[in-house]
């Protein structure tokens, strides 16, 4: 059975409010074998309140946490990308429950550096950090308390990617896939595409880009192929640009 690598495994806090559930966090990841965090944002946070939550046990994981401004800067040399939402919407999903996720990650991460992103513990993801995810993960709760504790939601998902190896059906590895920062690459080259030849709607020009994004995350895209599908676009701008003189 596959194990998981947790070397290529990260938790990326986005906008995390309060230092202690930082802190939180780190001692949540730690117990299940990941060392490695990531916060983004432009907040500093109290370094002490963060130690104290994480417990002198953890403090290892704490003294590495890597702090990022930017959430594409955060996640660029990812190549698989695991968003959590409790907020569900047409625009949002399609959405996997936690035990189903893990053995998919467990799979990408033999090859792929894995990132487990979470929002704000008050709003969550918005729909522009959930563009950027190749799957979203929501935590089943009772109707009458929906909400949960940000190191809760992170032990949850940290749980079911550690246990999931005794389960495993296969032992097939998964690709090594393309890194965010190249897809967000190619998003963009398309986009400017379809923009110049008319296909995009102007009012809404993310709504096809929005299906596209699901349509390449199925496919498991990998870089050599981005390399294809940028050089077609290319082609394609050269072609339309020549056509019209």
């Known amino acids: 059975m596959l194990k998981p690598k947790f070397r290529n495994i990260s ?20 117990n299940m074998g990941i060392h490695h965090i990531i916060v983004v944002g432009a907040e500093k946070y109290d370094n002490e309140e963060i130690l104290q939550r994480s417990t002198h046990l953890a403090a ?12 594409k800067d955060a996640l660029g040399s990812f190549s698989y990308i695991v968003g959590t939402t409790a907020r569900l919407g047409k625009g949002r999903g399609p959405f996997i429950v936690p035990r189903v996720a893990a053995s998919d990650i467990v799979d990408r991460s033999q090859q792929n550096k894995v990132a487990l992103l979470f929002g704000p ?16 993960v929501s ?11 940000l190191s809760h939601a992170v032990m949850i998902l940290c749980y079911e990617i550690f246990v999931a190896s005794s389960s495993a059906a296969s032992t097939e590895v998964a690709p090594k896939l393309a890194l965010s920062s190249e897809l967000e690459g190619m998003y963009e080259q398309i986009k400017t595409l379809l923009a110049e030849i008319g296909f995009l709607n ?29 050089g077609i676009c290319r082609q394609l701008q050269w072609y339309a640009h020549h056509k019209k003189s």
């Open 11 to 30: 938790i990326v806090l986005y906008k995390p409010k309060y230092a202690g559930n930082i802190g939180a966090v780190a001692r949540a990841a730690k």
């Open 60 to 71: 290892d994981v704490v003294d590495h946490i890597r702090y990022e401004v930017n959430i």
């Open 121 to 136: 513990e008050d709003t969550g993801l918005a729909n522009e950090q959930l563009r950027l995810c190749h799957l979203v």
């Open 139 to 149: 935590i089943p709760t009772s109707r009458e308390f929906t909400s949960l504790n």
């Open 202 to 230: 102007p009012e809404n020009p993310d709504y096809w880009m929005m299906h596209l994004r699901r349509f390449f995350t199925r496919a498991g895209i990998l870089s050599l192929e981005v390399k294809i599908v940028r």
